[in-house]
């Protein structure tokens, strides 16, 4: 049990990061929270301040750098966001720019909603995705988006994918072109040249 000392969380699951450097350094979050134990748990402290707009932080990704970024996700009730916290500086920084803003869509009531994914790979440690989780034609040709500059600026690399419900993402750790997406129960997505094309990749799924 190392619950000691961090709030009751709201979403399905609590999320668990650790710092690929210094990997008796966990994060989780709790609300609009995020907590740092430097001890495997042992003793948590608050890490974010007020700042973080949102009711709850949905996602939690860290870069792998001696200093690490802490980027993480949320929804309010009329736009998403992606921050991140440089820990060399701790700025806390806003990197939603070329991201979809609205989350919402009115003619269906579909929502959706950004998850961030970071590697541990040396070839990655500047690279972080955004997958948008959820249905809605408002982000249509807009589900996955990647930056090498620690999300100053986005790619769109969705490519041909279809509308569906897609809910995770693998990038090989030698190179990043080649990619598995994962959807929530229509099969998985594989592309080779960065997101420009993708297939279906279910053969003998």
Known sequence: DINNGIGVTHQWGRYI???????????????????RSENNGDNWSIFTSGDVPYVDIGSIAI???????????????DSIYVHKIDSEVFDFINISNGLPRKHLDPSTGNTTFPFVYTYTSEVLKD?????????GNHIKSKR???????????ENISGNLPDLPFTCLQVHPNDPSVMVLGTDGFGIYHTNDGGKNWSIWNENV
């Open 17 to 35: 990061k650790s710092d690929h450097n210094n990997p008796n350094t966990i994060y989780t979050t709790a609300g609009n929270t995020i907590y």
């Open 63 to 77: 870069s792998k750098k001696e200093l690490p970024n802490i980027y993480f996700s949320g929804v309010t009730t």
């Open 127 to 135: 690279n972080v995705y955004v997958v948008m989780r959820g249905l």
């Open 144 to 154: 996955v988006f990647a930056s090498a500059d620690n999300g100053s600026t986005w």
